[in-house]
């Protein structure tokens, strides 16, 4: 198995920032695709950012130019730079990995989510 531990959620005020964490653990022997998604109180889940295991990034339009997603792939985690915050980006924010396991079985899997509210 395979886990996804989010931090780094929290309150902030307008424009100001929060870095995401999400380090994966359990019987890994390759994350493949790595990304973060949001979903805001009464929306459904939308993409944010992903990043390939060759640091490939893609980014929603509403985000480009604030967030900056990256990996350390020795760690097996996933960083959400998110800066100039914004009311409209306050969510719960989930990570997400594709995995090869020690079974060589691929596998898709997401975190419990960390809450960020932007408010002043």
């Known amino acids: 198995q395979v886990q996804l531990v989010e931090s780094g959620g929290g309150l902030v005020q307008p424009g100001g920032s929060l870095r995401l964490s999400c380090a994966a653990s359990?019987?890994?022997?390759?994350?493949?695709?790595m990304g973060w998604y949001r979903q805001a109180p009464g929306k459904s889940r939308e993409l944010v950012a992903t990043?390939?295991?060759?640091?490939?990034?893609n980014y929603a339009d509403s985000v480009k130019g604030r967030f900056t997603i990256s990996r350390d792939n020795a760690k097996n985690t996933v960083y959400l730079q998110m800066n100039r915050l914004q009311s409209e980006d306050t969510a719960v924010y989930y990570c997400?990995?594709?995995?090869?396991?020690?079974?060589?079985?691929?596998?898709?899997?997401w975190g419990q989510g960390t809450q960020v509210t932007v408010s002043s």
């Open positions: 990043i390939d295991n060759g640091g490939r990034t």
């Open positions: 997400n990995a594709d995995v090869l396991g020690l079974t060589m079985a691929l596998k898709n899997y």
């Open positions: 359990g019987s890994i022997f390759t994350i493949y695709g």
